[in-house]
């Protein structure tokens, strides 16, 4: 950990080891820096008190993979390639992505495996979700299927504050600032088992979308095979395999679009009116591209979820979002850990 006080007068004396006594989320290097950084830390300790008292429930993980691919991984008792080597996982697919040696935007084939059971209920925990698709809790799943699992949360919450009709038979959706999500679109056809019989359209919008994607549309009409051999799905023979498109019952539909949302809107709105706009890992406070796309949402009167890297990092957005649109947040900004750990526990 770096020492908060660096750069104020004197140099560091040494490692970052002296904590702060009441928040903890901070280190120094000495008493002379962590007396001069009060100034500053103290406007911020207490909601750091606040955030790191909620450090143990924030992993509170049902899955029996999360110490290794979390503390495993930050301590370096094993790399993200060696997790997924052991799992049989590693460049493979989706996972192409998930360490640092992965390839970059690849095409997939777009089929998944069909659900056991259509949901008898709202989904309110990592848990409710890997047991309603038979998934057992060692399986590493959930790091592709937060995507498509922070739309669903996403949905709820807007349908659950009266902030858009009750979903019915079509859903709308403008996703913000795709980045990883390109190289794993193929989870968004989790979408078809999360909202049956719905017709789900996503425009992605980004300027992290190549130019030569943009503008193109995907159709994900089938469920992507299971890998695992010993399965009880036993999809990978093909015997289960199902093609959604075979029942109009149900699509999802992706299109990409390079650049900012602000820029792009008019020409997207044309084909594509938004019940929902949904910004994931937006950093908000990071970067001033969000001014004026923030008034623009603020202008269109339409509900938006964004979530944040951290705890503080929403708090920060939260501030900023709030001082361009001059009322408080119905739906606060979200951190991936908060959504994370609220789908571990149940809400």
């Keep these: 950990m770096e020492c908060a006080g660096r750069g104020r007068g004197s140099r560091c004396m040494g490692s970052a080891t002296r904590r702060c006594g009441r928040c903890g ?14 100034s500053d830390h103290k406007e911020e300790c207490g909601r750091f008190e606040l955030q790191m008292n909620r450090v143990d429930a924030l992993n509170d993980f049902p899955f029996t993979f999360t110490p290794e691919a979390t503390v495993g991984i930050v301590e ?19 996972w192409t992505c998930e360490c640092t040696c992965g390839d970059s935007l690849d095409s997939f084939d777009y089929s998944r495996l069909r659900p056991v059971s259509r949901m008898s209920k709202c989904l ?8 309603w698709r038979c998934i057992p809790l060692h399986s590493p799943v959930a790091l592709l299927l937060h995507w498509p699992l922070m739309v669903y949360h ?11 009709a009750e979903i019915s038979n ?12 390109l190289l794993q679109l193929a989870v968004f056809g989790e979408l078809h088992a999360l909202f049956p019989r719905v017709q789900v359209h996503i425009e992605l919008v980004g300027p992290a979308i190549p130019e030569s994607r943009d503008g193109e549309s995907i159709d994900l009409c089938s469920y992507a095979r299971c890998i695992e051999t010993d399965c009880m799905c036993k999809s990978s023979s093909g015997n289960m395999c199902w093609d959604v498109c075979s029942e109009r019952t149900s699509a999802v539909t992706l299109k990409l679009h390079k650049g900012l949302y602000h820029e792009r809107y008019r020409d997207i709105v ?10 994931p890992n937006a950093g908000i406070a990071a970067y001033s591209s969000w001014l004026p796309t923030i008034e623009l949402i603020k202008e269109l009167n339409v509900p938006a979820v964004f979530s944040d890297y951290c705890e503080e990092a929403s708090h920060l957005a939260s501030c900023c979002i709030s001082s361009i649109t001059g009322r408080p947040m119905t739906i606060p900004v979200y951190s991936i850990e908060s959504i994370q750990a609220a789908n571990g526990r149940g809400t």
């Design 76 to 94: 370096k008792q094993e790399s993200r390639c060696s997790f997924l080597s052991s799992r049989g996982l590693h460049r493979v697919g989706m």
């Design 154 to 164: 996403a949905s709820q919450l807007a349908a659950t504050g009266n902030l858009i």
């Design 170 to 181: 079509k859903l709308c959706i403008h996703y913000l600032g795709p980045e990883k999500e």
């Design 270 to 279: 044309k084909d594509s009116i938004p019940h929902i706009v949904i910004a």
């Design 124 to 131: 309110t925990s990592w848990k409710d979700y890997y047991q």
């Design 25 to 38: 989320a901070v280190a120094y290097c000495s008493v002379s820096h962590q007396v001069s950084h009060w």
